[in-house]
């Protein structure tokens, strides 16, 4: 019996471990194992509800343990220091306790298909003083972090008001316009607005909760039809948002961002949501590589120096023949996760490539609103808005929930959410 180590746990490795699971790990075929240096999985494209106040990571996130067992795989949590693919082994680091004791010693756990889904992490590109100045939104932790210091910059700042201060109010700048920063800064002006209402703070929520977004193009979701960018942009400004287009960032001091031109825009919080790139570990593997760090894989999605090694999502470097490379999207993930679930779990594996179809694109601009692209089969694209792109914003969750957990206990997640939704403030507010 063949062993399968899956190396993260995001929207494509979750999925993967919980299909083959399913499929090769109860039938007796294979034993599957999911390595994670975190607990519990929370879907990235929502992180910047975490850090709005919006979803607490505590009751979405989903415990790897917990569907492990449920599914007939295994999880093992630890931090993966290297692997030797000559002798087929992932190497873990110690696990160690917030209090600084040794859970488990460094160990190792035996291969013969590694699939790596390391996801991504925040690409600064080498902007002077970013590394030391800005927040990110890589993780839970991360989004808890920015979160934290939102609430207590609008506290601090509302004291400072009462106190008679010459420039009251809070100034965030987000730098990057694409999905995360567009999406993040809709849901602060939300917030900041909610944590007045509850009195959480005593200032105007538009003129002294100042939201900035830096983009160095020309358009906010470059990824979208120019219509909807500039959809986009209305919105936001009419929330109160500033939003500078052909800005880009020079460097990032403690409390301010510069951009090329010398203009400086103060700044309390930064949050750098300007592009990604694969986690340092990709470069380690001996394996071929782009300068993302994006492992390079062939249609079948193994690695193009290893058949035993598969990449997925946003550690992988996969040119479609057709549209060409497949952007860092959970839609990727999911399908990259659909075909190697196929490949790796049937007693006769096909030898069909991978083929990628693009579906759309969506982009939350707050509670009430969302702006998107849909792809139909023929590759012909319709925008669509309001209401109707606020619901299928909401459903592509409810779609990884599926995938995870089936139907019916997705209907029943959905059903307590509204439930919670209706007994809470729509923000947390501490």
């Not at 919006?54 to 492990?68: E, N």
């Not at 934290?148 to 004291?159: K, L």
């Amino acid at each position: 019996m063949e062993t399968i180590v899956i190396v993260g746990g995001g929207a494509g490795g979750l999925e993967l471990a919980t299909r083959l699971g399913n499929s090769a790990a109860k039938s007796g075929r294979a034993r599957v194992v999911l390595v994670d240096r975190w607990p519990a999985h929370f879907w990235k494209p929502l992180l910047h509800t975490v850090a709005s106040g919006k979803h607490d990571p505590q009751v979405m996130a989903i415990d790897y343990a917990a569907q492990a067992a449920e599914h007939g795989f295994e999880f093992a949590r630890g931090e993966v220091l290297g692997v030797d693919r000559d002798a087929r082994r992932v190497s873990l680091a110690p696990w160690i306790a917030d209090d600084g004791a040794e859970v488990l010693p460094a160990r190792s756990i035996a291969y013969d298909k590694l699939v790596l889904a390391l996801g991504s992490v925040t690409n600064l590109f080498g902007v002077p003083g970013a590394e030391q100045h800005v927040l990110t939104l890589d993780d839970v932790a991360q989004a808890e972090t920015f979160r934290q210091r939102f609430v207590d910059g609008c506290i601090q700042a509302s004291a400072r008001q009462a106190a008679g201060a010459e420039n009251p109010g809070i100034d965030i700048v987000i730098v990057g316009g694409g999905a995360t920063g567009v999406e993040l800064a809709a849901e602060l002006s939300h917030s900041a607005r909610t944590l007045a209402r509850y009195n959480v703070h005593a200032m105007d929520p538009v003129r002294h909760v100042r939201i900035r977004i830096l983009e160095r193009g020309a358009l906010l979701l470059p990824h979208l039809h120019q219509r909807q960018s500039k959809r986009a942009a209305r919105h936001l400004r009419a929330l109160g948002i500033k939003v500078h287009l052909d800005t880009a960032v020079a460097r990032v001091d403690a409390g301010a961002v510069v951009d090329t031109e010398g203009c400086i825009y103060p700044s309390a919080i930064t949050l750098w949501a300007a592009g990604v790139k694969a986690p340092p570990l990709c470069a380690t593997l001996g394996l071929a590589s782009n300068a993302l760090r994006q492992i390079a894989v062939a249609p079948s999605l193994q690695a193009l120096d290893d058949p035993n090694v598969y990449a997925i999502g946003d550690c992988a470097n996969f040119v479609c023949p057709i549209l060409g490379k497949v952007p860092p999207r959970a839609q990727a993930a999911h399908q990259q996760a659909v075909y190697l679930a196929q490949v790796l779990g049937q007693a006769s594996p096909s030898s069909a490539p991978f083929a990628y179809r693009d579906y759309g694109s969506l982009v939350s601009l707050g509670p009430l609103a969302a702006v998107g692209v849909l792809t139909r089969a023929s590759g012909q694209k319709y925008a669509v808005g309001g209401a109707l792109a606020r619901v299928l914003y909401a459903l592509m969750y409810r779609k990884h929930q599926v995938a995870l957990h089936g139907v019916v206990r997705m209907s029943a997640q959905t059903v307590a959410d509204w439930i919670r939704e209706k007994l809470s403030p729509s923000v947390r507010l501490h």
